[in-house]
């Protein structure tokens, strides 16, 4: 089986602009999670996403967002880009039934300018 | 709320030497508790998970970790380090949610 793949690996925007990553699971995984990893803040949950809904949140201003689709991919959005928001963001997926094994991708690598 | 720390950023062992990584928790209720392992430019990978049942728990590529309630421990240990074993680990804690709480990682280096 092909593993978690996120697009694009690598992104350069400027402050103010919007972002939108994307995250295919694992073939059968329904459930999505997002993970911003900063060298300051470390890796912290953004969001999870179960049959198109939101499951989970973590504690971030409401400029991130995402949404699931009916084949399970999933988007996160970042609007109004701020310096901070550089990151790696993680996706990571996990089969129904076992869902406290999350398989990771390789990451979106984001920079803001 | 549950919460990881980990202890020491950076952690030095010869090629050969045992690899010792310190992970306590805080939680609750019994935690459900993971080591991942992060190469450079790439994702995170699990080495191993504690669920329930046995509290020795082996990982992959040799590493194992023992759950200790009364310490609140689930340090990481590998017999014999090999250069291929540098990387950042990082210790993580859920409460059977698929949000994972983790440490801040504790980085690697293998000489030889």
């Known amino acids: 089986k092909a593993g978690v793949t996120q697009t694009p690996r690598y992104l350069i925007k400027t402050r103010g602009q919007q972002v939108t990553l994307s995250c295919s699971p694992i073939?059968?995984?329904?459930?999505v999670s997002w993970y911003q990893q900063t060298p300051g803040q470390g890796l912290q949950f953004l969001f999870e996403?179960?049959?198109?809904?939101?499951?989970n949140k973590g504690n971030f201003p409401g400029r991130f967002s995402g949404r699931q689709f009916s084949n399970s991919r999933s988007e996160m959005n970042v609007s109004t880009l701020e310096l901070g928001d550089s990151a790696l963001y993680l996706c990571?997926?996990?089969?129904?039934?076992?869902?406290?094994?999350?398989?990771f991708g390789p990451g979106t690598r984001l920079t803001v300018l | 709320a549950q919460s990881v720390t980990q202890l020491g950023s950076h952690v030095s062992v010869s090629e050969g030497a045992l690899v010792l990584l310190r992970c306590n928790y805080s939680s609750s209720v019994p935690p459900y508790l993971f080591w991942y392992v992060q190469y450079p430019n790439q994702g995170l990978q699990l080495l191993l998970k504690?669920?329930?049942?046995?509290?020795l728990v082996k990982g992959i590529n040799g590493f194992e970790a023992e759950f200790k309630k009364s310490e609140t421990s689930f340090h990481l240990t590998k017999p014999s380090a090999h250069m291929s074993d540098a990387a950042e680990y990082f210790c993580?804690?859920?409460?059977?949610?698929?949000?994972?709480?983790f440490g801040t990682g504790t980085r690697l280096q293998v000489f030889p």
């Open positions: 996403y179960f049959s198109e809904t939101q499951r």
């Open positions: 073939s059968g995984h329904r459930s």
């Open positions: 504690y669920t329930t049942g046995a509290t």
């Open positions: 990571a997926s996990s089969p129904e039934g076992r869902k406290n094994e999350q398989f």
């Open positions: 993580a804690v859920t409460l059977n949610t698929d949000k994972l709480i």
